[in-house]
């Protein structure tokens, strides 16, 4: 089941990878997304930590590890398509994969109706 | 004798405007490609004697490759250079009021004496006794800066508003270290309204960034100062005015605070012409500031630089200043190139800063005088008043009360339009005016900040102020859609910047001739 | 005041609009205590352009002009001729009265002439891009060492004994303080590659100078193979760009990022400022560059155009993490630059520097055949140095006074390094044969 971030990410767990990714929302906010900075994979990241970053062009926005890790693959078709996080934020354009240290942090993270609550408090 | 007249009339043409022309040029506008489509390697705008082909001493080193460079004959090179210059806006075109950058004349006497051979031809490491003027004229620079702002030294050589920033941060630094606190005191304090190259400036010298809040005034939340400092604070930096254009007033409380919690206040020195020889930063409390010659005394911006950010320092700051510095011997002016005291942090560039812009600064400063120095604040913050108060009842001004040399609106005025601060802006454009600075100070929502400076005359403010008056109200009327398209009569239409940084260009390269013979 | 067209007349009236009794309820927030109610004592009142001229006149008039004398001093700024039209041309009112160009469809002169010398740029320098200019080659040595930092995650950089002193304080200064360590290694006129020995896991780069210094012109290859080995970037650093015109450039030799002083090309001695940095590298690292880019793109109607663009590296949206602090960098100085190449173009430039080394090779012939002058640069392209049986810096004085402008004292640059043999000596296309004539003779009188 997908669960949702407080900074807008979104992930999804198979076994005991995640595959994680920026929201509809967040890429609407951000307008036209011009580049994204992958993690190296094999590099550590902790949940909530920084792991990639997200570039519109006046804008660059940090995004987060929704859980602790290590970097297993990094979606590099971003690199040379930025726009795919525009085009499909939910799907294709995943930024990467996380092998997880500990599955119980995933209970933290909101699924999608507590996700689409807080985006009305916005 | 031939009796066919031409039409003296113009006659009412039938015909739709013209769409597009044959050459790509609109009249006066020429059409101008790129130098490396025009030009050849082998022409050459120069004419230089022919070599004598004696043996080389490069150990083999030679460059044999093509380099791809193109030339150009003179007259096409001062065509070309012509035809991309009728593409800019400029200040000698008309008012330019883009906030914090105080956009002002440029006097010409200030040019002419940046030109003069005993200045423009001394090479920076001549014996000093052949540049005696040279270290004079620096030392009468320095003399002015330290008097206009009651300090008590100052460090000439940063190359710029930024670099200034740098200097004065970097001689804190030294002054913590002196002080064994550096590795105590890592966190700088610099307010959310601030220019970005303050926290990036922190940054820079290892310090860590924490932010103040503003207050609903616009001016330093002193209650959330006084939460955030603490015996890790290295010091504060604070832009008087600030860019909100206007003056914190609580400014010697906020030294007051800072100080006593061991800190060091560093003021932005970016909006010092509002206040040039009428107030001095010495008496507010300030340890180390930049001054922009760029901005306050008027050298040219040169389409983004270069500039001066000369940074003057209290007694506390002086001695950590950097080298190299110009002191005044029994007989002579001494230039002081490496540091005797072992205090100075550091050097800032490889020579002695920009003398071509002491000059011309100088040249403006005693052409003013301190009488007309006082007169140029006094006139800018006039200025800058007579606007927001002739546009305060149609667009929304971020904070009540006057302001100093700048104006600065919200862009509330514009809800419910569909239209941004973006669509006034280009809308300016086609109104024959530079756009005013936009999205800063990122405290006020869609901030538009007007600068108009002293330089224009009341009927060229009553001009500008009627025709923002009806941008504003085209865009709240019924046809403001039509902003969304400006500008309409600018040499291009508004660009994809999207485009430009997802498949960045940054070069031009040769094009492919594989898919030239293809095409 | 002639820069003032607000009459008194006009000022009351605004006053009276905004509803202010007088200027002074303009200032009502700065404490009265910082009030000053007249002109600042100890400053002059404002004077006519007369005046302004005869006095400012009058300090020139104590220099010795470099054209005044035969002239060979380096070091880091060198005297080329400029053509008259580079002056005339970055003096229109467009291209210097004008902003860094945030507005693109009123600034695309701007634009389009930083596009074309981002492309000089690398074309001279055999990289793939450069930005929009730096302050001048010192702070862009420093931004390079910075960026290398960024790009290997690692916290030093070795400099060569041969890179400019005042380039390495620089560097010192401007990146110790956010926590690089800066070794400069001892003096050495040959040596470039001897930071090859220093590469080790934390080393972010090695930064070598080609022409260095002392004039020398080095193969930077295989430096740039060892840091590259050692997973570190190899940092080239020039002061006189006319060079590349014959000489291989640094980016033929594997350099990863070239930084270097521009004012040899279109800018004048200016008694050191305002210069204008250069700055390339590869482009796989353009996003952890520092300084402003122009890029091409279109517009509405699908015309070519130009913009800033990869914004987001910048202080004004990055703020604390951006990758440099700078804002203003030396935009018209960067226009002279690249009206002077334009106008050179590559055959030009090519045959400017093959002057230059020719005028450099027939002074060090002249020079060197005067007993207790030794040539002690084995390599040069249009400067080299000395070795002098006399203190260098006393040689200059005695030359000084027989009105030669002979260089520039090692000692002068790098007082600790104990060196003061050394006389750094540069020619360029302005010496004649007269002027090579005099300096010989000047210095055989002073060495007999």
Redesign the interface.
């Known amino acids: 089941m997908r669960r949702f971030t407080k900074e807008h990410e979104w992930v999804d767990v198979e076994g005991d990878v995640a595959t994680v990714g920026i929201t509809a929302y967040a890429a609407e906010q951000l307008g036209?997304i011009?580049?994204v900075?992958l993690p190296k994979v094999g590099s550590a990241v902790t949940q909530m930590g920084p792991m990639a970053v997200v570039?519109?062009?006046?804008?660059?926005s940090d995004v987060y590890a929704p859980l602790t890790g290590e970097i297993v693959a990094a979606n590099e078709s971003l690199s040379s398509a930025?726009?795919k996080v525009n085009e499909t934020p939910e799907g294709e354009a995943w930024f990467a994969k996380i092998k997880l240290k500990a599955v119980g942090e995933l209970d933290a993270l909101m699924d999608a109706d507590a996700y689409n609550a807080f985006l009305k408090t916005l | 004798m031939n009796r066919v007249g031409r039409p003296t009339r113009p006659v009412v043409a039938e015909a739709q405007p013209l769409a597009a022309t044959t050459s790509g040029s609109r009249g006066l506008l020429q059409a101008e490609a790129l130098v490396f489509e025009i030009g050849d390697p082998e022409r050459c705008g120069v004419d230089l004697p022919q070599p004598s082909g004696r043996a080389h001493r490069l150990g083999g080193l030679e460059r044999t490759a093509p380099i791809g460079l193109a030339g150009l004959s003179e007259p096409e090179t001062m065509r070309h250079y012509v035809r991309l210059s009728q593409r800019n806006y400029a200040i000698d075109l008309g008012l330019f009021p883009l906030g914090s950058c105080t956009m002002k004349h440029n006097p010409r006497l200030n040019e002419k004496m940046a030109r003069l051979a005993g200045i423009a031809d001394i090479h920076p490491l001549q014996p000093v006794e052949t540049v005696q003027g040279a270290l004079a004229l620096m030392d009468e620079l320095a003399h002015w800066l330290i008097t206009l702002t009651g300090m008590q030294a100052v460090a000439l050589t940063p190359k710029a508003g930024a670099h200034g920033e740098l200097c004065g941060m970097l001689a804190i630094r030294r002054a913590l270290i002196a002080r064994g606190e550096v590795a105590v005191r890592r966190r700088v304090l610099v307010p959310e309204s601030a220019h970005g190259t303050n926290p990036a400036t922190a940054a820079q010298c290892g310090f860590t960034v924490d932010e103040i809040k503003a207050a609903p005034d616009g001016r330093v939340d002193l209650e959330d100062l006084k939460t955030k400092l603490g015996p890790d604070v290295a010091g504060i930096m604070l832009t008087n005015p600030n860019t909100c254009g206007l003056f914190e007033r609580d400014i010697r409380e906020i030294a007051d605070l800072v100080h006593a919690a061991g800190g060091y206040f560093y003021c932005d020195g970016a909006n010092y012409n509002a206040i040039v020889a009428r107030v001095r930063p010495g008496d507010l409390g300030i340890d180390a500031m930049h001054i922009n010659l760029h901005k306050t005394f008027s050298t040219p911006h040169g389409g983004g630089g270069p500039g001066a950010g000369p940074t003057v320092f209290s007694q506390a700051l002086a001695p950590f200043a950097p080298i190299p510095y110009v002191v005044r011997d029994a007989d002579a002016f001494v230039l002081v190139e490496h540091d005797e005291t072992g205090q100075a942090f550091g050097r800032m560039c490889a020579f002695h800063g920009q003398m071509g812009m002491y000059v011309r600064a100088l040249a403006y400063m005693l052409s003013h005088g301190a009488d007309g120095l006082r007169q140029a604040a006094e006139d800018a913050v006039l200025n800058a008043n007579y606007v927001l108060a002739g546009l305060s009842d149609v667009m929304t001004p971020a904070f009540p009360g006057f302001c100093m040399h700048e104006a600065l609106f919200s862009d509330a005025f514009l809800d419910g339009r569909g239209l941004s601060t973006l669509d006034i802006a280009k809308g300016m454009i086609d109104e024959g005016y530079h756009p005013m600075t936009m999205y800063f100070p990122l405290v006020v929502k869609g901030a538009m900040l007007i600068e108009p400076t002293e330089t224009e005359s009341k009927a060229e403010l009553d001009r500008f102020i009627e025709v923002m008056r009806a941008l504003a109200s085209r865009a709240t009327g019924p046809q403001g859609g039509e902003l969304k398209a400006s500008p309409h009569f600018a040499p291009v239409r508004r660009l994809d910047e999207t485009k430009a940084a997802r498949r960045p260009v940054l070069r031009w390269t040769p094009p492919d001739p594989v898919r030239a013979a293809a095409e | 005041m002639r820069y003032l067209p607000l009459t008194d007349a006009d000022r009351r009236q605004m006053l009276a609009a905004i509803g202010a009794p007088g200027i002074d309820a303009l200032y009502a927030d700065v404490p009265a205590i910082a009030q000053l109610d007249g002109p600042i004592a100890g400053l002059p009142l404002h004077q006519g352009e007369m005046a302004v001229e005869a006095h400012l006149g009058a300090l020139a008039g104590r220099n010795l002009q470099a054209g005044s004398a035969p002239f060979f001093i380096g070091a880091g700024a060198y005297r080329h001729h400029v053509p008259a039209s580079v002056d005339h041309l970055i003096q229109r009112s467009e291209f210097l009265t004008t902003y860094t160009p945030y507005q693109p469809e009123i600034a695309q002169g701007t634009l389009q002439a930083l596009f074309e010398f981002q492309t000089q740029v690398a074309l001279l320098t055999g990289m793939e891009v450069a930005n929009a200019s730096m302050y001048d080659g010192s702070t862009a040595t420093a931004e390079a060492a910075l960026m290398a930092a960024r790009v290997t995650r690692r916290r030093k950089a070795v400099l060569s004994g041969g890179v400019h002193p005042h380039y390495a304080e620089t560097v010192r200064t401007m990146c110790e303080a956010g926590g690089l360590e800066i070794v400069v290694l001892p003096p050495a006129i040959d040596e470039e590659h001897g930071v090859a020995a220093h590469l080790d896991a934390d080393v972010a780069c090695v930064i070598v100078q080609s022409p260095n210094v002392f004039g020398t012109v080095s193969d930077l290859a295989p430096t740039a193979a060892a840091a590259h080995a050692s997973g570190a970037l190899c940092v080239a650093v020039f002061t006189e760009a006319v060079a590349f015109g014959l000489v291989t450039p640094p980016g033929a030799m594997g350099a990863d990022i070239v930084a270097g002083e521009g004012q040899s090309i279109g800018n004048g001695l200016n008694f050191g400022g305002p210069y204008v940095g250069l700055f390339a590298c590869r482009e796989q690292f353009v996003r952890q560059m520092p300084g402003r880019l122009a890029g091409e793109t279109t517009d509405a109607d699908g015309r070519r155009g130009f913009v800033l663009t990869l914004s987001t590296r910048e202080q004004h949206i990055r703020r604390e993490k951006a990758t440099s602090n700078i804002c203003t960098n030396s935009g018209l100085c960067s226009l002279a630059f690249s009206i002077h190449m334009t106008l050179l173009g590559e055959a030009g430039l090519r045959r400017l520097a093959v002057l230059n080394h020719e005028r450099a090779c027939d002074l060090a012939d002249a020079l060197c055949a005067i007993p207790g002058v030794r040539l002690a640069t084995p390599r040069f392209f249009n400067e080299f140095t000395l070795q002098v049986k006399r203190p260098a810096k006393e040689v200059l004085a005695c030359l000084t006074a027989k009105g030669v402008l002979g260089g520039v004292e090692y000692s002068r640059l790098a007082p600790a390094a104990g060196r003061d043999d050394l006389l750094i000596v540069a020619a360029t296309e302005r010496n004649t044969q007269e002027d090579i004539n005099a300096y010989a003779t000047a210095l055989r009188e002073v060495m007999a």
């Open positions: 036209d011009v580049y900075d570039e519109s062009v006046k804008a660059a930025p726009e």
